[in-house]
Every structure is written in C-alpha cells, then in structure tokens.
C-alpha cells in the first residue's frame, strides 16, 4: 500500500511533468526534439541554392502580340529585366530584402521555394490552452517566385518588351487544433496555407496571396494577418471561416518578423481599440461554466510586441469554438506553395501555457538579440 508521503510526491512528479511539458522554448532549430514534421516541412541552415526550377507558358494576346511568359525562383539580383520598354504587373513587390546566402541560423523551413508543397510542423504532446498561453516566434520569408513575360510583335518579328514581377505565395499559419490526426495533421496546398483540411483548429494565418478567383471572395490583394477556423468542424481557409476582419501588414518583404498570439480567459479592455468581430464569431461570445469564461485573442507583428499593442485582437470562448479534451491541443505552423511560391521559415519558437510569462522574458530577449 501506498503511504500518503509516497502519493504526494508522485502527485508533485507529475505536476512538474505537465508543466515541463506545457512550456517550451526553441531558441534556434539545431535541436528539434519535441516537434513532429509533416509533408515538405524541414529544416534549413540557409537557402543553400535558388531552385533552377523553371516553368514556360505561349500564349497569343488578343492584341495581335505574341507572349512567353517563363517563372522561375528570384535570387535577389536584377528584379525588373528590360529590353524595350518596360511594362509594370501588378502584385510585384518593390521592396524587399535578398535572399540569404550565408550566416543565417538553423530554421523551421515550412515549404521550400517550389511550386505545389504544404508543410506542417507541431509540438507532439498536446498543452493547456483553455485557460490562457502567450507565445512567440519569428519568420522570414524569402525567394519569391518571378514571373518574366517576353511581348514578340509577329508582324516584325521581333521583341517589343520584356517585363518581370516578383511575388511569392501563399503563406503560412500558427495553429491549434485537436484533429484526429494529432500531431501528424495537414492540410492542403495553394490556398490552403497547410491548414485548410485540418478539422477542430483555429489558425492564425500571415497570408501572402491573393485568391479573389479561386475563394469567390474579398480576399486582401496585400499581405495580411487574419484569424480562421470552422469551429469542430473541418477548417477550410477561406472568408466562409475568417472569424473578426483582416488587417494588412509587410510579410513577405524578406525581413526577420517578430510575432506573438496571445490567448486570456477574459476580455482584455486595453485591447479594444485592435479588437474586431463579425457574424461568425456569434456563437463563441459568451461564458462556459466557471473557469471556462469569455476570453481574448491577440495577435502581435515587430514593434507592436515591444509595446504590447495587438494588431489584431477578437473576443473568444477557445472552449466553445474547439473541442479539445483536458483542455489541451496541439500548437505548431502550417504552410503551402501554390503556382508562385517562396521559403516559409521560422528561426525560433516559445511557449507559455501561463498568461503571466514575465519570468521568461530573459530568454525571449536573449533571443531577440541573438545571443542565447
């Protein structure tokens, strides 16, 4: 028989476990024990080369030109080639940083800059997430694809201009869900982001694409950040599952991001101001029992984690929306390549099942100032 000493020192073994397992720190990916990878997910030291990948496309225009349109991956250098006379598309992106070739840290590559991938990497032990977390990491998003399209008089034969534009897609998510596949769970590619398919998630999605054509929708024609999720039901990345509105931000500019989502058991008024909602959100603004009651959502990009100023923020019952048994899920990122595409990767990852994460601020600056 069990002494009342012995019992109560198990009962504090797997308290410390739960807690060691609910909160997880990431300061670069040398190390990946803990993480699951799924589909085209990897890690990467650098952008050790830009894929030769190339693809070719004739067509006539109606205007009587001739035109070849070939896209390939952009490796930073001469972004706007020209011959005659230039001619802008719309969607390029006039700023941004080149591709690193060299010194970069070990990271999460989500999707490589190929055509037609969706990644997924989560946590494998689910942790607490109904009565409050806080976590941050931060991104990079680089090698776009570049579509060049070559304009041929054929009356002359000759060319009469030549025009480039670089721009990737389609982004990437931080998601929570309790899908049957656990941590193994992903969804689709292209407009997918890598989460469209997964079922009872939420994803906090950094979209880099447009797919007013294919969605049927008022889909944002610059990077964004929005909230998805299709409640227990299958998660289908789209407006039919965006709960609250999007808000527009530089992504995919090649620049280090800092991000942080924050979820709090209650309504947090000095986010008012960033808070947003809409008719999906109805069913998941209220109470559910004691412990379980309306709470926030907020999302944070670059100066606004420094000053704790959301971008982004709803009121939200996780409990209602999800389904997720002892209040535990899966945490982890998603992301796709469709016919453009570009490397989806994040240098550094923390967890903190708490809302009050103030004792781990040392290792987020450390990390913040890359010396950990």
């Known amino acids: 028989m069990i002494s009342k000493v012995k019992a109560l ?9 739960q807690t060691i397992i609910g909160d997880f720190i990431y300061p670069d990916f040398n190390h990946t024990l803990g ?3 799924n589909g085209n997910a990897s890690t990467s030291a650098c952008d050790d080369s830009i894929s030769p990948l190339k693809i070719d496309a004739s ?56 055509p037609s991938q969706a990644g997924s990497v989560f946590y494998e032990k689910r942790v607490p997430v109904i009565k409050g977390f806080d976590t941050t990491f931060s991104f990079q998003i680089t090698a776009h694809s570049k579509v060049c399209t070559t304009h041929l008089e054929p009356m002359a034969s000759q060319k009469h201009h030549k025009s480039c534009a670089v721009h990737g897609g389609d ?13 193994h769970a992903i969804g689709g590619d292209g407009q997918y982001l890598g989460y469209g398919g997964i079922g009872n998630s939420l994803a906090v999605e950094f979209d880099t694409w447009t797919n007013v054509e294919t969605q049927g929708s008022n889909d944002l024609f610059e990077d964004h950040i929005s909230i998805h999720s299709a409640s ?9 599952t965006m709960i609250g509105n999007w808000r527009p931000v530089d992504l995919a500019d090649g620049k ?14 000095k986010y008012l101001g960033s808070m947003t909602a809409n008719d999906i959100l109805l069913p998941y603004l209220k109470d559910n029992g004691e412990g379980r009651r309306l709470g926030t959502l907020a999302v944070f ?54 809302i009050d994460c103030q004792g781990d601020q040392d290792e987020t600056e450390r990390m913040e100032r890359g010396t950990y």
């Open 9 to 17: 020192r198990i009962l504090l073994c797997l308290v410390l476990v």
């Open 35 to 37: 993480l699951v990878f």
């Open 59 to 114: 067509f006539n225009n109606r205007g009587g030109y001739e035109s070849t349109q070939n896209t390939k991956t952009n490796d930073g250098q001469d972004v706007n080639e020209l011959t005659h006379q230039f001619q802008s598309q719309f969607g390029h992106r006039d700023e941004f940083e080149s591709n690193p070739h060299a010194g970069c840290p070990r990271r999460l590559r989500l999707t490589s800059s190929l």
């Open 171 to 183: 982004g990437f998510a931080f998601v929570i869900h309790s899908d049957k596949s656990g941590a």
């Open 232 to 240: 227990r039901g299958v998660n289908s990345a789209d407006a039919s």
């Open 256 to 269: 280090v991001h800092r991000a942080r989502v924050q979820y709090l058991p209650y309504v947090e008024e």
């Open 301 to 354: 990009i670059d100066d606004g984690v420094k000053t704790s100023k959301p971008i982004l923020a709803i009121p939200l019952n996780l409990s209602i929306l999800l389904d997720l048994p002892q209040s535990l899920a899966h945490v982890g990122f998603t992301a796709s390549t469709g016919a453009k595409w570009e490397n989806h990767d994040i240098l550094d990852f923390h967890w903190c099942d708490s």
